[in-house]
Structures are given as structure tokens and as C-alpha cells.
């Protein structure tokens, strides 16, 4: 006999309720499900969207100091512009970037101290709008200038235009109370000297050593894009020096300069002139008397010159007059044709700002006979290798900075480059030397 066994309908009544609870759940985490998923979707799309609108906000950047670093900073300006890849992926307009910031007299009130300037270079802004496909974002672009020397770099070791794969040296006792910027790179030449930092563009010298004589890496902080100003051949940004006599970049030519002060006075080595403070024996010897105060004038030298006597100021009544009087510029320069500039004669001392330039046609080594004295002056070589011969093995101090594209050779005594000490001479003097150029892009409003 089989007996059939009945269901208790409690039971029954508890797998519906478990199997309901069971479906409930499920419906609840694929709804959870189906939710996080659809923030994830959003939250991609609004991150896709940023990320188009940050790239395009760093393509208008890039697109703005592309067009600033071309054609504003080594050249006298450019006209307004409208830049773009098109119109969802970057678009900056320009404006006010009409003049080279080579040329800028003024400063600005907002200069902020870790620029490149450290407050102490010259600037002006230009405005860009930069537009990332949904709205616009304004900038001001500060087009700032400084000489060399504005944060203490006294000695500038360039490359040069004329041979631009030749290396040059520095040799000697040569040393350097600031900094040293050096354009060359590690393997250049033997740049031999003793300074107090140095940069380079690849890094470390081998012959750079303190003022103790003990073996330095450079002081390689980030450097901005820097021009000293369009040239024949490049647009400046990788240390060459033309700056003596520069017809494509006017604002930061030496011989410009000195002209747009009215009337200088103009000798040729190859023409007699026995008057006034300038003279010329016509056989290649060009004197200066540094002592004719408010008699001697700016002095453009043109060319037939081999011999340069800069006669200083020997007693207390020279050094008197000429400690008042405003900087002076001597610039010259070799013709294709005629003498070489072969000798550079210092005597006495000087007190009067120097700014001092020369330009051979081609490289040769120049001779500069130097007195156990100090001359304050900024001195701008190019194609001329110097050869420093102190008196007696002396000591021979230029106080204020030395450019040059060419070698560099102590043979006797020491040559010492020192800071200009007194603030209201190099604050009159900075305005008149030539300059690198650099952008900045700074937010003009949160």
C-alpha cells in the first residue's frame, strides 16, 4: 500500500514568497546596474567633452606662440590675426602685437618677479582670446625685454652667424663675478673659466669652475624661448650675435641706436680728421679721448680701422667730469675691403658708461692691450677674438658685461668681469643695450 504524502500549504506559500523576494532583489541590482552604467556613459561623455576643450584651449596656446615667437618677437611686430585648426579644435585671436618688444622703453606695474625679468626688464601687452569651441577665455600676452646683464649674466659666450659650425674657447685667467651664459653645447671647444653659476644648453662644461677654482654643473632653471632678434639667417633663438650692425632687426641694432641720437660723430680709419675728441691718422689708427666730456658725442666707426686707442681719464679732474656724464656709444665695424681691426688700446681708466662694439668682416684675433685699472663698460664682439694682454701681469676689471661670438685668450695678467655697482648708472644703461625678447601668456581673469 503506498501512502501520498500532502503538501503543507505553509510551505507551499514560503518558496512564492522567497521566489518573489528573489525577483525583487534581482530587478533591484539590474536597475542599480543599469543606473551606473548610465552615469558611467554620462560621465565619459562630459569627460570626452572636457578633453576636446582642453585640447583645443592648448592647441589655441600653442597656436598663439607659435605666430608671437615667428613673427612679433624677432621681428618689429605683426599684425593682428585670427589663428585656427577650425572651429571646434582651437582658435586664438591676437591683438596689439604690432611692435617689437625690442624697441619697449616702459615697464609694467603687474611684472611679476618669477619671470625671466625678475622685475627688471621692459614690457608690454598684447591680448588673445582663446576660444575651445564653446566659450572664450582672455590672456593678457606680456612681450617682455631685458640686456644680458638684467639678472647678473656678465659674460655671454654666443654662437656665431659668420661660422656657425666653428667652436670657440676661452682660455686664460678669465673670471666672471655673476653668471655665464654659454650657448655652446658640452662637447664645444675647451670654455675654460671661473664664474659664479653658469647655463648652457646642454648642460655641463667641463671647464666651468667657481671663483675657488672648483668644478660646477650649471644652474639649468627652465628657460623661456629667447631672441635677440631676426638675422640674415635664423630668427635669434639659438644664441647667435648680431647686434653690432643688424639691418633686419633695427630695434636691436647697435648702429641704430647710436644714430637715433642725433648726430654722432662718423670717422673712417682710412681718412685723416685731426679735430675734435675722434680722431683719425688715416694709416688705420682711430683715437677716442674719453676725458672731452660733453665735446665727444656717440661715435660710429666705419671700417678701414686696424688700430682702436681709447684714451681715459688720468686725474681726479677727468674722472670727476665724466663720472656725470650719460653712457656713450662706440660701434664699429670692417668693410669687405680695407684694414682689419687687429689691436684695441685701453689707457688711463673710465668711469663714463661704456657701450662698446665691434664688427669684423670676417674671424681674426684682436688684440686688446689693457691697464692694471677699471673700465665700466658693456662691450658686444663679434667675429673678433679677443686676446687680453694686461700690464705688468696685473689685474684688469670691466665692470658692467662682455658679449662676444669669439674666442676668448688671457696671455697675460687676469681679466676680471664684475658687476656694475652703482644703480643709477646701470639703470641709465640698460635701456641702451641690446635685449632678448620673450612671451608670456598670463590669464587675465579667473
Known amino acids: 500500500m503506498k501512502f501520498r504524502r500532502s503538501r503543507n500549504r505553509s510551505e507551499e506559500g514560503g518558496v512564492l514568497v522567497f521566489s518573489l523576494l528573489v525577483m525583487l532583489v534581482s530587478s533591484f541590482g539590474m536597475l542599480a546596474f543599469v543606473t551606473l552604467v548610465q552615469a558611467r556613459g554620462q560621465a565619459v561623455n562630459a569627460m570626452e567633452e572636457a578633453i576636446q576643450r582642453r585640447t583645443a584651449q592648448a592647441n589655441a596656446k600653442v597656436l598663439a606662440t607659435e605666430y608671437i615667437n615667428r613673427l612679433v618677437l624677432p621681428e618689429n611686430g605683426a599684425a593682428d590675426a585670427t589663428l585656427s585648426f577650425n572651429s571646434s579644435w582651437g582658435t586664438a585671436t591676437i591683438t596689439n ?19 625671466p625679468a625678475f622685475g627688471s626688464g621692459y614690457a608690454a601687452t598684447s591680448d588673445i582670446t582663446v576660444n575651445d569651441g ?15 646683464q638684467g639678472t647678473g649674466e656678465l659674460f655671454h659666450l654666443h654662437r656665431s652667424q659668420a661660422y656657425p659650425n666653428s667652436l670657440a674657447t676661452v682660455d686664460g685667467l678669465f673670471r666672471v663675478y655673476g653668471g655665464v651664459r654659454s650657448w655652446y653645447a658640452a662637447s664645444a671647444g675647451a670654455v675654460s673659466l671661473q664664474a659664479q653659476w653658469y647655463w648652457s644648453p646642454e648642460g655641463f662644461l667641463p671647464g666651468m669652475a667657481n671663483l675657488s677654482g672648483v668644478q660646477m654643473i650649471p644652474s639649468n632653471f627652465t628657460n623661456v624661448s629667447m631672441t635677440k632678434g631676426l638675422t640674415a639667417v635664423n630668427r635669434g633663438y639659438d644664441g647667435t650675435l648680431n647686434v653690432v650692425r643688424n639691418n633686419v632687426a633695427v630695434e636691436n641694432s647697435l648702429e641704430q641706436m647710436a644714430s637715433s641720437f642725433g648726430a654722432p660723430d662718423y670717422v673712417n680709419g682710412g681718412s685723416v680728421d685731426n679735430t675734435g675728441a675722434v680722431t683719425s691718422d688715416g694709416a688705420g689708427t ?24 681709447l684714451r681715459g681719464q688720468t686725474n681726479s679732474s677727468h674722472l ?67 686676446d687680453f694682454a694686461v700690464s705688468g701681469n696685473g689685474i684688469f676689471l670691466w665692470k658692467g658685461g662682455l658679449h662676444t661670438d669669439s674666442d676668448v685668450d688671457v696671455t697675460g695678467g687676469i681679466v676680471e668681469v664684475v ?28
Open 286 to 309: 682711430v683715437e677716442v679721448r674719453l676725458q672731452a666730456g660733453d665735446q665727444l658725442s656717440h661715435v660710429l666707426i666705419e671700417g678701414n680701422t686696424s688700430t682702436l686707442v
Open 419 to 446: 658687476p656694475e655697482d652703482n644703480p643709477t648708472k646701470a639703470a641709465a644703461a640698460q635701456p641702451l643695450l641690446p635685449r632678448y625678447a620673450w612671451a608670456e601668456l598670463i590669464l587675465d581673469s579667473p
Open 134 to 148: 564653446i566659450s572664450d577665455q582672455s590672456y593678457n600676452l606680456l612681450l617682455a625685454s631685458r640686456a644680458g
Open 97 to 115: 602685437a604690432n611692435s617689437s618688444p625690442h624697441g619697449i622703453t616702459g615697464g609694467l606695474s603687474n611684472q611679476h618677479e618669477v619671470s
Open 320 to 386: 670727476g667730469n665724466e663720472d656725470a656724464m650719460p653712457p656713450l656709444y662706440i660701434v664699429g665695424w670692417d668693410n669687405q675691403t680695407g684694414n682689419r681691426l687687429t689691436r684695441i688700446e685701453l689707457e688711463g681708466q673710465n668711469v663714463r658708461p661704456l657701450i662698446l662694439a665691434y664688427k669684423r668682416w670676417d674671424r681674426g684675433n684682436v688684440v686688446v692691450d689693457a691697464p692694471q685699472e677699471t673700465w665700466r663698460g658693456y662691450g658686444y664682439f663679434e667675429n673678433c677674438q679677443l
